[in-house]
């Protein structure tokens, strides 16, 4: 079996017990990227050489006998919207094409601590914002299981690079399904923690109350992994949790007889692809045959949700984008300006593309004058109505279930052009991050040849309790997930 | 909700954000659409809801006040388009 | 025409923590631009503020201090508006949840007091510095400008008075007395010419019982150009009334060196600053035993000084405010009172030639080179008659300038007034003897030789007689000649 068809947690064993070197791990992956990448395109910039400087550090720690991390050698895909210090850090942006950070983001600091090599930096939606990975400064990614269509996005790059065997496990970050919905379309596993139990410190916001960073994998038990990894309070960030993260991997029994889990109503059924449903009936089937009992539930205020959504994200990003504005980093027009205002108009409007233009655009005008009360503060309560939706369900569900994306992997372009399509394709995930609440994809079957994902929701910090719903699933399913490129 | 060419170029100045005329009737049609959809959460009756603006409640996180090291002149100026002396050059304010 | 002027105030002052409001730069003032800074006040890609915990003490200690009622739950809110001080193109400030409201201050205008409203006071942080580059070195017809964001992120507390104020010299006691308060509080360097203490002013001028339009006057950077600014102003709006015309509603920039206010042109500017909660901060909810702990923390106010100068050491009001108006010298005031001398004797050389002398070197009157001690002793000698309090004016000057005690000044100099009496007898017999003719015009009721005579004393004596042993000698040796 060839090195880059092993689980990540498999790689770092065979490291630690000096089988195999970080060296011929971290080859073997830039074989298989050079051999696939022209096709799939999952990274924006590729850290070939840092990566095999780093494994030759790793494997002459190891041979000294000494400590190398948790997951030396380990390579891993980075999405290109954390910091990395001295390497580019684009956000699929023509603005952050030539930046450089002067700091490493928290979790891709506890990432290098751990011993795992950078691999490259993924691509993704310009600075997260979609769901098809087409909205990238760079070039779009392609879904290994069909070339042809997308990866879903925004973690695109991740995701895809994850399913064709680029890297083993990678970093997203999810602010409406952003590693949920691409881990579905690519047939790997994604979780969205709890709000606060990553740091957001180097993540480039996007829509600051909504976004974390999470795991994308090639199964559960490599999610609870890296979840450990990164998971846990970060004084540099004034929303992570002031708590120790549960020990995930050591939680993954597989026994989850007598819990309850609910079937959203809301998000499982119209609107929804019937062969997706179909599919996602199986995993359903599958649960209770692990002794799960299933009931079906209804949420009724995320009808709203993704209403409120496409106020309160686009809202905050228009402020968080605000700073890019040609002066202290990034890229400044080339025009000859009369004044600062030329000067910040042209940089703006070359620097972003034109899903960027219209989030930052209708944000702008939700928090205007006269439209506050109506749309952003309108939107916030709305957030209360889903938040105590499901504070009703978890007084009588463990989890919460419902496929991860309405569709499979849809064609390139083909939503291109009607952004509000696109934002349907993210119903389902985003009254997670409403709620602040923790979510897994694990792909659940097939439909057409394209995989299906089962979305498991959790209270806040149940990660635990929802990783081993998925492992249940994922063992009781045994699917095979090995894309055709 | 029907957005005119007027507010378009008013939020995009706020934005500031340079559009071209196509620009500006396309964003106009498309946030349209987009705010016409959103108009649904307008029907829900609020009256008795407090805004959600943090998920997870925390409150009084600090830090002590303690001096860190700053960045160098170098590495605070390496990214920009433009500096000079150490200080960020921008065209004319005003 | 029966006039009414309206004054409003918004004051800005930077809190004199040790790091910035939310990263951990130095707040030190000046230094080269950008050497202050960090991927956090720079506001790079994917940074986060976190609140410093002195910042809010600070800010809450002030609420106390203005009599606020402190919030029980507060939020920063997020300020969006495009300009190239500001690294993140938003500050972060707060709105409609600040931390304290509601609050007063009093100031004393000799014949009356007045009540100021305090509406709120809040926190914020600081932006950066434009350096405009071109001719003129301001911003008008400058070509480019530098940006420097050393000052980005110093914490701020935002102070909103009700325009309760009715007078430009009401307004420049206003800020008089809130440097104090900040002053005593230790929250504040309070230097208006450093920027550390900003003031923007409302003014409106009504005639006959109805509210004037408010102008907005802006940089004004010390005490006397908030005066001249306003009283500048006042009068404009006066005149425009009288020749029948309507006060515009803007914005008005003040011209230090011309002495003018003049419109700013707003060009490009739209404003709207779409404010709303900062979701990067979680808010601050002081529980009731942490604003105890601050209330009980707060030292003795400026006002409450004043009245127990005047009480317990029996000064004139005029003397006590300079003592306490400046903290430092009011400190330096007490802790020479407790060395044992008159208190209203230390209070006329502290508050008179000392604290002159202390302006005049721009020093502080905690580094001052004349220590208490100095000053006790100094006031000792004059009480005991060792020298005259004209000499004493020199020996401080000295002792200020050389470091040396006036103890040692008088002595290495022999300036100890002659206050032996046989010494003094004879040169006033001397006097007497070498002036028959100024003895028998004193003799004839001429007045003025007395003076001469006295002068003649001092004269021989070079200054150093005790004027009023040797004035009492000679009029008794005079009376013999009768």
Not at chain 1, 158 to 171: F, K
Not at chain 1, 213 to 227: Q, W
Not at chain 2, 30 to 53: F, G, K, N
């Amino acid at each position: 079996m060839e090195l880059t068809e092993k689980d990540a947690l498999t790689l770092s064993k065979l490291i630690s017990k000096r089988e195999v070197s970080s060296k011929e791990v971290v080859d073997a992956y830039l074989n298989r990227i050079e051999k696939v990448e022209p096709v799939i395109h999952a990274f924006i910039n590729l850290s070939a050489e840092l990566a095999r400087k780093q494994a030759l550090e790793i494997d002459e720690k190891l041979s000294r006998g000494e400590e190398a991390g948790r997951y030396a050698g380990v390579p891993i895909a980075i999405k290109d919207v954390l910091s990395t210090k001295s390497f580019h850090t684009t956000c699929a942006s023509r603005m952050l094409e030539n930046f450089i950070p002067i700091y490493d983001a928290t979790a891709v600091r506890k990432v290098f601590n751990a011993g795992c090599v950078m691999i490259g930096k993924a691509n993704m939606d310009e600075f997260a914002m979609g769901s098809s990975t087409e909205n990238s400064y760079f070039g779009v990614t392609r879904n290994p299981w069909d070339t042809n269509r997308v990866p879903g996005g925004s973690s695109g790059g991740s995701a895809a690079a994850v399913a064709a065997r680029e890297a083993p496990w990678a970093l997203g970050s999810d602010t409406g399904g952003s590693i949920r919905q691409p881990a579905a379309l690519c047939g790997i596993v994604g979780l969205k923690p709890t709000y606060g139990l990553v740091s957001r410190y180097g993540l480039v916001a996007f829509a600051s109350s909504l976004d974390q960073v999470g795991p994308m994998t090639l199964n559960v038990k490599d999610c609870a992994a890296l979840l450990g990894l990164i998971a846990g309070h970060d004084p540099l960030d004034s929303t992570s949790i002031p708590r120790t993260p549960d020990e995930y991997l050591s939680g993954l029994t597989g026994d989850v007889r007598g819990l309850k889990a609910g079937v959203v109503k809301e998000i499982s059924g119209e609107g929804i692809d019937p062969d997706v449903l179909s599919c996602f009936y199986k995993g359903i089937g599958a649960l209770e045959e692990c002794g799960v009992h299933v009931e079906e539930v209804t949420l009724p205020s995320f009808e709203y949700a993704l209403s409120a959504y496409y106020i309160i994200a686009p809202a905050e990003a228009s402020s968080n984008l605000a700073r890019f504005d040609g002066i202290r980093y990034g890229f400044r027009t080339e025009c000859d300006c009369a004044d600062i205002w030329e000067m910040y108009d042209r940089t703006r409007s070359e620097g972003f593309g034109g899903e960027v233009k219209r989030r930052i655009m209708l944000g702008t005008y939700a928090l205007s004058a006269g439209y506050y009360e109506a749309y952003y503060a309108q939107a916030q309560k709305i957030r209360t109505l889903i938040i105590r939706d499901y504070n009703r369900a978890w007084d009588k569900f463990d989890v919460l279930l419902s496929p991860t994306s309405p569709t499979t992997a849809f064609k390139i372009g083909e939503k291109i052009d009607d952004p509000l399509t696109m934002y349907l394709s993210d119903i389902c995930t985003i009254p997670v991050n409403l709620a602040g609440i923790p979510a897994i994809s694990v792909p659940c079957g097939f439909s057409k040849g394209l995989p299906v994902g089962f979305q498991i929701m959790g209270p806040p910090l149940e990660e635990a309790r929802i990783l081993n719903v998925a492992y249940a699933l994922e063992q009781s399913l045994n699917l095979d997930m090995r894309p055709p490129v | 909700m029907a957005i005119s060419i007027e507010d378009v170029e008013h939020v995009a100045k706020l934005a500031r954000i340079y559009l071209t005329e196509e620009e500006k009737e396309m964003f106009r049609k498309q946030l349209s659409d987009v705010l016409e959809h959103a108009r649904v959460i307008s029907e829900v009756d609020t009256s008795t809801v407090e805004p959600t603006s943090h998920a997870i409640p925390l409150s009084n996180v600090t830090r002590e006040d303690e001096v860190r090291e700053s960045l160098t002149v170098e590495e605070a100026t390496k990214n920009a388009p433009w500096s000079d002396g150490g200080a960020f050059t921008v065209p004319k304010i005003i | 025409m029966d006039f009414e002027t309206i004054i409003g105030l918004e004051i800005h002052a930077e809190l004199s923590t040790k790091s910035k409001m939310f990263c951990g730069c130095s707040t030190v003032f000046g230094g080269e631009p950008n050497t202050k800074t960090c991927p956090v006040c720079l506001g790079h890609p994917g940074t986060l503020p976190v609140a410093n915990r002195k910042a809010i003490e600070y800010a809450i200690l002030l609420g106390l201090a203005l009599n606020c009622e402190i919030a029980e739950r507060s939020i920063f809110h997020r300020k969006n508006y495009f300009y190239p001080d500001m690294p993140k193109n938003y500050q972060i400030s707060q709105y409609d949840i600040p931390l304290s409201r509601n609050g007063f201050l009093e100031i004393d205008m000799g014949e009356y007091k007045r009540r100021v409203g305090i509406i709120r006071v809040h926190l914020e942080e600081d932006t950066g510095k434009s350096i405009h580059v071109g001719e003129s070195g301001r911003i008008h017809g400058a070509e480019r400008s530098l940006e420097d964001f050393n000052r980005a992120g110093i914490p701020l507390v935002e102070i909103v008075t009700e325009p309760d104020l009715r007078s430009p010299e009401e307004a420049r006691n206003f800020m008089m007395e809130l440097r104090a308060v900040l002053e005593y509080l230790g929250i504040s360097d309070c230097k208006m010419e450093e920027g550390s203490l900003r003031c923007d002013a409302n003014i409106s001028v009504g005639v006959g019982g109805s509210r004037g339009t408010k102008v907005e006057i802006k940089n004004m950077n010390s005490f006397r150009a908030l005066q001249r600014a306003l009283s500048f102003e006042e009068k404009r709006q006066r005149d425009v009334l009288l020749k029948g015309g309507i006060v515009t509603q803007e914005t008005r920039h003040w011209d230090e060196a011309a002495g003018i206010t003049h419109a700013l042109r707003t060009k490009e500017e739209a404003f709207d600053y779409r404010y709303f909660p900062e979701p990067d901060l979680v808010p601050i909810e002081p529980d009731p035993p942490w604003v105890e702990e601050l209330r009980r923390s707060l030292p003795e106010m400026p006002a409450e000084r004043l009245r127990r100068f005047i009480s317990e050491y029996g000064l004139p009001k005029d003397i006590a405010k300079v003592l306490v108006y400046d903290k430092k010298l009011g400190n330096f005031y007490e802790e020479t009172v407790r060395k044992g001398e008159n208190p209203i004797e230390i209070a006329k050389w502290v508050a008179g030639d000392l604290a002159g002398l202390l302006n005049e070197a721009s020093i502080d009157a905690d580094l001052s080179p004349v220590r208490p001690g100095g000053v006790s002793e100094l006031v000792h000698l004059v009480e005991s008659g060792v020298i005259s309090g004209r000499m004493a004016k020199d020996v401080l000057k000295e002792a200020f300038e050389s470091g040396e005690s006036p103890r040692q000044i008088v002595s290495r100099k022999g300036l100890s007034q002659i206050a032996d009496s046989n010494e003094i007898l004879a040169i006033v017999k001397q006097v007497i003897k070498e002036n028959p003719q100024a003895v028998s015009d004193y003799l004839d009721g001429k007045e003025q030789a007395l003076k001469y005579l006295m002068g003649q004393v001092m004269k021989l004596t070079r200054g150093k007689a005790n004027p009023k042993m040797a004035s009492e000698m000679l009029v008794e040796a005079l009376k013999m000649r009768e």
